[in-house]
Nanobody, 116 residues
Framework: QVQLVESGGGLVQPGGSLRLSCAAS????????MGWWRQAPGKQRELVGT???????IYADSVKGRFTISRDNAKNTVYLQMNSLNSEDTAVYYC??????????WGQGTQVTVSS
């Protein structure tokens, strides 16, 4: 079992930045795929982006060019750097770790609110 703990959420003004962290209880270097998802009120959870064990990333079109996912395997931590935030980025952000088709674990989520 892999435990994931997100941190770094909060209130930020439009145009601002935040960095979310996801600390894993297992070696992130051995996790095939880690990702960030988000869920806004009244909406389904959606993929923000993912990073593979070799560092390859993909992003949702809505965040491409503004968000960056990275991983520090020495710290067993994955990050989500969010820049140029706007109100549509307001959501609970979840970290996910998975070995596709075998197992998947979720963190408890961290709230990000973009408001003036």
């Amino acid at each position: 079992q892999v435990q994931l703990v997100e941190s770094g959420g909060g209130l930020v003004q439009p145009g601002g930045s935040l960095r979310l962290s996801c600390a894993a209880s297992a070696s992130t270097g051995r996790i095939n795929l880690m990702g960030w998802w988000r869920q806004a009120p009244g909406k389904q959870r959606e993929l923000v982006g993912t990073i593979t064990s070799d560092g390859s990333t993909i992003y949702a079109d809505s965040v491409k060019g503004r968000f960056t996912i990275s991983r520090d395997n020495a710290k067993n931590t994955v990050y989500l750097q969010m820049n140029s935030l706007n109100s549509e980025d307001t959501a609970v952000y979840y970290c996910n770790a998975r070995n596709p088709g075998i197992w998947s674990y979720w963190g408890q989520g961290t709230q990000v609110t973009v408001s003036s």
